[in-house]
T-cell receptor, first 111, second 115 residues
């Protein structure tokens, strides 16, 4: 079956611009996660959605970061006023229960 | 809070040789344990998982891992490495049971394979 998909695969943006990253989870998975992977920082948890519950936003690094999940399926991670330190690979994962399945990621480069 | 240590940043092995990647965790109880593999430019692929029961678990691509409670370890092994196994490997833990959802990852071990 189809795995987790993410778009775009690569995004280059200028400092100060806003970007939107999209994640399509595996059908039927109720949980969805966003992570950031950068050199020297490893994998950082950003945000977690579970069904219709309020998301856990405890990992978002600043108020420039936000995410939403529409209809319990597709999710969008938005970064406003991008900074160079936002350059990283953003990974999305979905989960039916305990194990997480990852998408290929979006590589964001802020110039 | 749980933590995961992968003491080897980079390992090089010859094709056909055996492989063991180390993972130690710190947590009050036995967590759920995972190994993921990430090839260059790709996302993370789940290799295997341990929740309970038999401490030797089999995964995909010929990998296995052994949970040792006394050592708080979950080492990944493969008897004969193939060139296609060159990638980065991540160990991860999650508190057991419903309501606990955050994965904590190790820093990763990069595996290079010499032909």
């Amino acid at each position: 079956g189809a795995g987790v998909s993410q778009s775009p695969s690569n995004k280059v943006t200028e400092k100060g611009k806003d970007v939107e990253l999209r994640c399509d989870p595996i059908s039927g998975h109720t949980a969805l996660y966003w992570y950031r992977q950068s050199l020297g920082q490893g994998l950082e948890f950003l945000i977690y959605f579970q069904g219709n519950s309020a998301p856990d936003k405890s990992g978002l690094p600043s108020d420039r970061f936000s995410a939403e999940r529409t209809g319990g399926s597709v999710s969008t991670l938005t970064i406003q006023r991008t900074q160079q330190e936002d350059s990283a690979v953003y990974l999305c994962a979905s989960s039916p229960r305990d194990e997480q399945y990852f998408g290929p990621g979006t590589r964001l480069t802020v110039t | 809070a749980q933590s995961v240590t992968q003491p080897d940043i980079h390992i090089t092995v010859s094709e056909g040789a055996s492989l063991e990647l180390r993972c130690n965790y710190s947590y009050g109880a036995t967590p759920y344990l995972f190994w993921y593999v990430q090839s260059p430019g790709q996302g993370l692929q789940l290799l295997l998982k341990y929740f309970s029961g038999d401490t030797l678990v089999q995964g995909i691509k010929g990998f296995e891992a052994e949970f040792k409670r006394s050592q708080s370890s979950f080492n990944l092994r493969k008897p004969s490495v193939h060139w296609s196994d060159a990638a980065e490997y991540f160990c991860a833990v999650k508190p057991p049971g419903a309501g606990s959802y955050q994965l904590t990852f190790g820093k990763g071990t990069k595996l290079s394979v010499i032909p």
